[in-house]
């Protein structure tokens, strides 16, 4: 099985936020496969959709941001998932606005979910797809700037954002994940 894991952080308070980026992208992906996320385990919302590339899972860690490997970490344990099956999606503060950047590994980056992922999966080697929400505006601190919402003239960098790195974790299911890489980044 193959799982897809989108950062952010629940409630419709964070909604529509810079750093619930990759909580866009697996509502896109489970709207497109028909697959809400209907079950709640493992401080996380997830759905397994069978495709014909195999099993896939989409969850979102329900932990809030900083926690979010305690979700990763369990439902990995709980259905035996390999370190090389899983996507990471989120925000990055260092890429433009809707830059995509694709990595199988690398630190944190000072990103406080992917800290927490590697303090709970105990490795920095697992396949990312960062998008980038750009540094915020001179005066603004970062942790105001990650929880506002993109300007009007962003979101359509942003929607185009979401839809790539879908159609990356859709290439992903069927080619090894450099193949992927090679394709998306710069994108």
């Given amino acids: 099985m193959k799982l ?3 950062l952010g952080n629940p409630g419709k308070t964070y909604e529509q936020t810079r750093h619930n980026i990759g909580f866009k992208v697996i509502d896109y992906l489970a709207s497109k496969w028909s697959a809400p996320l209907t ?3 493992f401080k996380g919302m997830y759905s397994i959709i069978h495709r014909p590339e195999g099993k896939v899972m989409l969850l979102k860690p329900l932990t ?3 926690l979010s490997g305690e979700s990763v ?3 990995m344990d709980y259905y035996d998932i390999a370190i090389e099956d899983i996507v990471v ?3 990055d503060l260092d890429l433009p606005t809707g830059q995509l950047r694709l990595r199988q590994k ?3 980056g000072g990103h406080n979910g992917i800290k927490s992922l590697i303090q ?3 490795t920095q080697q697992f396949n990312r ?3 980038g929400i750009s540094r915020p505006p001179a005066g603004m601190k970062v942790p105001d700037y990650v929880l506002s919402r993109f300007s009007d003239n962003e979101i359509p960098e942003v929607a185009e954002a979401v839809k790539q790195s879908a159609e990356a974790c859709e290439l992903w299911l069927s080619k090894a994940y450099p193949e992927v890489m090679n394709n998306f980044n710069g994108s």
Wanted: glycine fraction near 16%.
């Fill in 4 to 6: 897809i894991i989108g």
């Fill in 39 to 41: 079950q709640t385990k």
């Fill in 64 to 66: 809030y941001m900083n």
């Fill in 73 to 75: 970490g369990a439902l």
């Fill in 120 to 122: 709970h999966l105990g």
């Fill in 106 to 108: 690398g630190s944190a």
């Fill in 89 to 91: 999606i989120y925000d």
């Fill in 129 to 131: 797809i960062r998008i």
